[in-house]
């Protein structure tokens, strides 16, 4: 399992329109609205790093209002939830 989270810069009047799109996103998990330099935060978990290509480049990036996107990759995750029993539910 990839983890990541994509911080995104967006138009002004695109925020909950693009929140919306992303959500309903195979593979994005959760989006938050943050304050700060940021408008956006999308989490994201996929089982490899080409459906993590394919659903940021391929598709994400693709959303329209988004100006700039950075992508952090997750190394390790350290969380009291078992994320990956969690997600692996019905595989």
Same mark, same amino acid.
């Given at each position: 399992?990839?983890s !990541? ?6 138009e002004?009047?695109?925020?909950? !329109? ?5 959500? =309903? &996103? @195979?593979?994005?998990? @959760?989006?938050? /609205?943050? =304050? !700060? ?10 089982? *490899? *790093?080409?459906?993590? =290509? ?5 598709? &994400? ?7 700039r /996107?950075?992508?952090? +990759?997750?190394?390790?995750?350290? /969380?009291?939830?078992?994320? @990956?029993?969690?997600?692996? +539910?019905?595989t």
């Amino acid at each position: 399992m990839v983890s !990541g989270m994509v911080l995104l810069i967006l138009e002004r009047d695109r925020i909950g !329109g693009v929140a919306d799109e992303l959500v =309903a &996103m @195979e593979g994005v998990t @959760e989006v938050y /609205s943050v =304050a !700060g330099h940021y408008d956006l935060v999308a989490v994201v978990r996929v089982p *490899n *790093n080409d459906a993590l =290509a394919d659903l940021i480049t391929g598709r &994400m990036l693709k959303v329209k209002g988004i100006v700039r /996107s950075e992508t952090l +990759i997750a190394f390790k995750v350290y /969380s009291r939830y078992d994320l @990956e029993r969690l997600f692996a +539910i019905g595989t």
